[in-house]
């Protein structure tokens, strides 16, 4: 049976964790801390989706060395957490196990092998490269969420909506190792697709949700309420723009326009984006990895983006005035 544990067992660790187990294809364990660890060992798995309760029991530990070399490690914890996350996983890692970060934003890999971005790892996502140095590129599987769901309280997960899940190699083309992976999701209900281009599906989410996840946070508006002002729809846009200009630069050419992409946003109606939840929850606000990371990007290209920045600039302060950012560095 296939050992898969779940580095963060939050609303999509949790999401995917209890699908996985419930399957009954793979033994699931958990890496987790405080209420969390709690709850799993208390509760075991839990998921509520479509008005039903989806339950497996669960085993969860706060030391890797106690679950032990796995097959697939899935990383699913909030970016600013990941750093000390990337430093406790070592004994989770066997030389054939793949690593599948299931996250938001751009990922700390992701200028690895890509000539003419630079090899030197983004400071935005991995300040001074520990992340890459703790995680072997060879051993990851890149991965795109499309799911929206939550955790009311500690362990358990309540879903919103999607089922998607993309996965594919971080330097292209199919192989049978991602194949696994996704034959596995797919086995547990998610909705699978093993892409060619990983790299481009992710650039592709990050571009819609650039403007949107900051802009929400900093105005407490759902994402109706934004593409109603012009102002900041217009603005929105022109974010957008630069993010697709730098795509065009890095392979991942984006052929929809802004105002395409915002006529798909608005089917979602008066709907809270994670980084409005975060903060509503008091929890850390990942910019750097979904804005910082962009601007990043586009200053090692010489791509201009100053409406990108502005708008970095502007929730960065927001998220330090209330503790839910680092503060500057003097």
């Known amino acids: 049976m296939t050992k898969v544990c779940i580095a963060g067992a939050g609303a999509i660790g949790g999401f995917i964790g209890t699908r996985l187990a419930a399957a009954g294809r793979a033994e699931v364990s958990a890496l987790a801390r405080g209420a969390t660890l709690n709850a799993l060992r208390t509760h075991g798995w839990r998921l509520d989706i479509n008005g039903q309760r989806i339950a497996a029991p669960a085993r969860a530990s706060d030391r890797a060395a106690e679950l032990g070399a796995q097959d697939l490690v899935v990383i699913a914890v909030k970016g600013p957490a990941l750093a000390e996350v990337a430093a406790s996983i070592a004994p989770l890692l066997g030389p054939e196990t793949l690593v599948l970060p299931a996250m938001n934003g751009v990922p700390w890999w992701f200028c690895q092998r890509q000539p003419g971005i630079g090899e030197t790892p983004l400071a935005s996502v991995d300040p001074g490269g520990l992340i890459a140095r703790a995680i072997p590129f060879e051993q990851l599987i890149g991965c795109v969420v499309h799911a929206s769901t939550s955790s009311p309280e500690p362990g358990r997960v309540q879903h919103r909506m999607g089922h998607g899940l993309i996965v594919g190699e971080p330097t292209g083309g199919r192989s049978p190792r991602a194949q696994g992976v996704a034959d596995l999701l797919a086995h ?56 697709a200009a730098i795509g065009a630069r890095i392979g991942c050419p984006i052929a929809q326009t802004p105002e395409d992409r915002h006529a798909v946003t608005a089917k979602l109606g008066a709907f809270k984006p994670s980084m409005l939840q975060d903060v509503e929850a008091g929890r850390a606000l990942e910019l750097d990895a979904i804005v910082g990371a962009v601007v990043e990007i586009g200053a090692r290209l010489g791509v201009p983006t100053p409406h990108t920045s502005a708008l970095l600039g502007l929730a960065r302060l927001f998220g330090r005035v209330r503790g839910l950012y680092p503060p500057a560095e003097h």
């Not at 481009?200 to 994402?223: C, E, F, S």
């Not at 002002?229 to 957008?240: H, K, Q, V």
């Open 188 to 243: 547990a209900g998610f909705e699978l697709t093993h892409s060619a281009d990983v790299r481009y599906d992710i650039w592709y989410k990050l571009w819609g949700n650039l403007t949107m996840n900051p802009v929400a946070a900093l105005t407490g508006a759902t994402v109706d309420q934004v593409l109603a002002d012009p102002l900041l729809r217009s603005f929105c846009s022109a974010a957008m723009r630069e993010a």
